[in-house]
């Protein structure tokens, strides 16, 4: 009885096929994700106390209805691949329902014109248009005080995310240089420098391939994530190539807890 209730919540969420978490989500997309996780939790409940056998058939299941409904999900799919038992599968089950169930704390605007961020696991491509930023020298987060000490003093709206540029080569971890407050609007202020070592800079429109990320931004892990963006890139759009350094957009303040903040990853892109 248990397998066939399963089996038939993996039938129903099956035909509502067509929906993708790759993209900025729908209502109805949303819905799908919520029975997605609703399916993985249910799954995890029932198979508690069944047999390692029926354990993994049962994981194996969902596990194949959630990765063909999450196809641009790479997270999802890295971890569910990567499990041969059902004691690892579990494992991904569970952190796929951290995924599929994540919702980002908001605590500001956007700049004018921005793409909405990048669902978390996804890779994509975004298109971003000109923006004015200032921007300081900093590593390690050192510049955060010498921006909210310039948009105070200016009377500048605070924006999200605020913005890191990485430098890397292939024998070093990414290192952090800069960091930059984004203004909401292009037409605020004027460019050039500023007191305390800030500088007021207008970005040009571009466009990156992007992973949506949570959690603590461990820098220690953008080396695999700038691989993993470049390896992507390769195969899903090889008609672009890199064109800019490394990126980390942090959305959420040292106010929201490690494990619930949001970023972003990217590379600037052109075409070949």
């Known amino acids: 009885m248990m397998r ?18 790759g993209r900025e989500l729908g209502e109805g997309e949303s819905s799908v994700n919520t029975e997605a996780a609703k399916l993985i939790s249910d799954a995890l409940i029932q198979a508690k106390d069944q047999s390692p056998g029926a354990r993994l058939e049962i994981y194996q299941l969902v596990a194949k209805v959630v990765r063909k409904n999450c196809p641009n999900n790479v997270l999802i799919a890295e971890k569910l691949q990567a499990a ?8 991904g089950l569970r952190e796929s329902f951290e995924i599929l169930t994540f919702k980002m704390k908001k605590e500001a605007d956007l700049p004018a014109g921005f793409p909405q961020p990048t669902p978390v696991g996804e890779i994509r491509l975004k298109q ?11 590593r390690k987060d050192s510049g955060f005080f010498k921006l909210l000490a310039h948009i105070t003093l200016n009377r500048i709206e605070m924006t999200a995310p605020v913005e890191m540029t990485y430098t890397s080569s292939e024998d070093k971890s990414p290192e952090q240089i800069d960091m930059a407050s984004l203004y909401s609007d292009a037409k605020i202020g004027q460019v050039g420098n500023k007191l305390g070592g800030v500088k007021v800079e207008d970005v040009p429109a571009m466009t990156t391939v992007c992973i949506g990320l949570k959690g603590e931004d461990d820098r220690a892990d ?17 008609e672009y190539e890199r064109a800019g350094k490394l990126r980390l957009l942090g959305y959420n303040s040292p106010e929201v807890a490690a494990k619930s903040r949001y970023y972003e990853v990217e590379m600037p892109i052109s075409k070949k």
């Open 128 to 138: 971003y248009p000109a923006y004015r930023l200032a921007r300081t020298q900093s």
């Open 222 to 238: 953008l080396a695999e994530i700038e691989r993993r963006l470049e390896q992507w890139l390769s195969r899903e759009a090889p």
């Open 4 to 21: 066939l209730q399963i089996v038939l919540a993996l039938t129903s969420l099956a035909f509502l096929g067509g929906w993708s978490y």
């Open 84 to 91: 041969d038992n059902a004691d690892t599968l579990e494992k």
